[in-house]
């Protein structure tokens, strides 16, 4: 049958097959040669033994050098998988994907087999999977149902220099399983040379430093600071392009509008020059970019062409992406700043380190001599650029991780073995706030209630609203109000050229009550089309986040069943008077500490600490001012918005947190208004 296969097939037939033979081998080879070829392949046996002979080993050499794709492939090899699996944490979900996806295809395997990655909401492995990439958040999870991490032979804690929330409190847990279980192996590997501070805590742990490539970066910097850094960052794009030889560029912004800002003017620019340039091609990096759009920016560059890269700082040591000759480097990233007296989080465009800048800039210099353009000036890197980041640990809400650290048992927080540990009134503060959601008791021990709430990869208050919803017969929609905030504020879908049309399509789902009702508007009209892609389309919504929302969904429903929530029973419908009032307040029993309200100067106050916020633009109570509102989050551009509100009936608050507000504080200041009966809401 052999025979009569082939001689079916033509000549050119062959001819064909035999050529997509060849390539395909080609690329196998290529493969090889690319992996012995980068910075620490002379060095794999060097490194195997010291892990042989070490339990804990620090590991420290530059980006791009192959220490997260090459050490868990070389662990491998040797048998570190024969009887557990080898788990890699990454700080940026982003990086775990890709990072699996290449090292899938370097050993010619299906992402999710063998090789695979967890996220959060999102599981890509299977029982075969040996060599496991998650984002440090999720192996943080994993605790809570394997304290000792069994399962796994060899854990490597990468990016380490990060210093994220999740990284941090994870050394404390790894240090401490690892002085358990000596069978296990524990690698933290970092890009950055300060290693000393990694070995210091894990009991003076060995350093394994290998050389990596570094061609040397010519730097340029503004003569005078830059009113407008997206502007200057696609002038300097398109002056490269046109002026300097071939080589890809890297741009650092700091967030995703940015990018798309940078991209729209690019692309209009470079339209305006037609067939006087070479083709530029622009790909965006962003930690919420669809992972197939990620995978472009990996695409070999077409000759003639050239690449820019536009990032946020994912690209700074996460990801590596070649070919790169040219930096822009705007000199910001996005960072969270919490402040503890006031309960505020929010997240600030703020001036990188030093250390930073100085990463961004080592990205030109990898394949060959490079140029670093910094859209500051030089006296600005000198005297206004810190040396390195305050860890985040030092400057976030912590009610997440110490709800988590609560349910592992870890009562003492303060003794707690933190590299850093974070400042006293963050913590308190993170104490006092699980105990008004009620997950800490008197003693500052888990209750039921905080025990069913940790089980939720959400922040404690979302998880307390799913918990209460039941009681409120509304669980299905205070979860799909849960979902569509969880996948972030990018349902909506406002191309500038049809501005007009996408912000009546969004008006049309607008409905009294706030932003949150309208969330789960859009998601039940969704549902009730079948969840068409059209409709999505036709009403200006991103049928991707929809998807994601839904398989969050899909998720947290079943979770519901492991704390025994009643999903389905008597859930109100649409027509019920209490419909929309009882998903507000099931979704004030976890936010009822964000509440604000209006003051005669047309501004809001927070109840509790009298600081002033104003709705978001985006919101749809925007015009309608209502004097009580609940808001989800807050955040800081020109000035201190609440993103996502809801309106709230102030006697709520008495109902739902009687533990945390007196009727002094529903009352109205002014004696006069205070006749003013409120009319009963929810209509
Ligand atoms: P390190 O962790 O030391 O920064 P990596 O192991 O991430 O280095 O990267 C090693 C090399 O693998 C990079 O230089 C890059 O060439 C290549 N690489 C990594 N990810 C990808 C990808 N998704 N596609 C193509 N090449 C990749
Ligand atoms: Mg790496």
Not at 105 to 130: A, P
Not at 160 to 188: N, P, S, Y
Not at 606 to 626: D, G, R, W, Y
Not at 629 to 640: A, Q, R
């Amino acid at each position: 049958s052999e025979d009569s296969d082939s001689s079916s097939m033509s000549e050119e037939e062959i001819v064909e097959a035999e050529k997509l033979l060849t390539t395909e081998e080609k690329q196998r080879l290529s493969i090889k040669q690319q992996r012995e070829s980068l910075p620490i392949y002379p060095y794999r046996d060097q490194l195997l033994a010291a892990l042989r002979d070490h339990q804990v080993l620090i590991i420290v050499g530059e980006t791009g050098s192959g220490k997260t794709t090459q050490v868990p492939q070389y662990l491998h090899e040797i048998g570190y998988t024969k009887f557990g699996k080898i788990g890699v944490t990454q700080p940026r979900r982003v990086a775990a994907m890709s990072v699996a996806a290449r090292v899938a295809q370097e050993m010619n395997v299906k992402l999710g087999h063998e090789v695979g990655y967890s996220i959060r909401f999102e599981d890509c492995t299977s029982d075969k999977t040996v060599l496991k990439y998650m984002t440090d958040g999720m192996l943080l999870r994993e605790f809570l149902g394997d304290p000792r991490l069994d399962g796994y032979t060899c854990l490597m804690i990468d990016e380490a220099h990060e210093r994220t929330l999740h990284t941090d409190v994870l050394f404390g847990l790894v240090k401490d399983v690892a002085r358990e279980r000596k069978d296990l192996k524990l690698l933290i590997s970092s890009a950055t040379m300060d290693a000393e501070k990694f070995s210091d805590y894990f009991d003076g742990a060995p350093v394994f430093k290998f050389p990596g490539r570094r061609y040397p970066v010519d730097m340029f910097y503004t003569k005078q600071p830059e009113a407008d850094y997206v502007e200057a960052a696609v002038i300097t794009t398109l002056q490269i392009h046109v002026t300097q030889p071939r080589g890809d560029i890297l741009v650092f912004l700091t967030g995703q509008e940015e990018i798309e800002t940078a991209q729209e003017m690019l692309q209009q620019r470079t339209r305006g020059l037609g067939t006087k340039i070479s083709e530029l091609m622009i790909c965006p990096i962003y930690s919420t970019l669809p992972s197939d759009m990620q995978a472009k920016i990996f695409e070999p560059t077409p000759p003639g062409a050239r690449k820019v890269v536009l990032a946020t700082n994912i690209a700074e040591t996460s990801l590596t992406i070649d070919g790169i000759i040219y930096v822009i480097d705007c000199g910001f990233a996005k960072q969270t700043s919490y402040n503890p007296r006031t309960g505020m989080e929010s997240l600030i465009v703020t001036p990188i380190s030093k250390a930073s800048a100085n990463q961004r800039a080592g990205r030109a210099g990898r394949v060959a001599p490079g140029k670093c353009f910094r859209l500051y000036t030089a006296w600005s890197f000198q005297n206004e650029l810190d040396d390195t980041t305050i860890p985040e640990i030092q400057r976030t809400n912590l009610g997440n991780v110490v709800l988590m650290l609560k349910s592992l048992g870890i009562n003492d927080l303060i003794h707690f073995d933190f590299m850093d540990p974070p400042p006293a009134e963050t913590l308190i503060r993170a104490l006092e706030q699980l105990y008004a959601l009620g997950a800490l008791n008197d003693e500052g021990e888990l209750t039921k209630l905080g025990r069913r709430m940790a089980e939720f990869p959400l922040d404690p208050m979302l998880s307390k609203c799913v918990i209460q919803s039941e009681a409120f017969k509304c669980v299905d929609q205070v979860i799909t109000v849960c979902c569509m905030l969880s996948v972030g504020n990018s349902i909506f879908f406002r191309p500038k050229e049809k501005a007009i049309h996408a912000d009546n399509a969004r008006k049309n789902f607008f409905r009294p009550g706030g932003d949150h009702i309208c969330l789960l508007n859009v998601f039940e009209q969704w549902k009730e089309t079948n969840y068409s892609t059209q409709w999505c389309f036709e009403n200006f919504i991103q049928v991707r986040s929809m998807k994601r929302a839904r398989d969050i969904k899909e998720q947290l429903i079943e979770l519901c069943k492991r704390v025994e929530i009643d999903y389905a029973e008597e859930t109100l419908s649409v027509v019920d008077d209490e419909y929309y009032s009882n998903v507000r307040k099931a979704i004030a029993s976890g936010f009822f500490y964000n509440t604000a309200k209006l003051q005669k100067s047309g501004n809001y106050k927070t109840l509790k600490n009298q600081h002033t916020v104003h709705i978001h633009p985006s919101s749809c109570m925007f015009e309608a001012l209502p004097k009580w509102v609940i808001y989800h989050e807050l955040v800081y551009t020109t000035k201190e918005y609440m993103r996502n509100i809801i309106e709230l009936n102030p006697d709520w608050l008495l109902e739902i947190a009687p533990h945390y507000y007196k009727k002094s504080d529903i009352e109205d200041d002014d004696k006069k208004e205070k006749k003013v009966k409120m009319p009963p809401k929810g209509k």
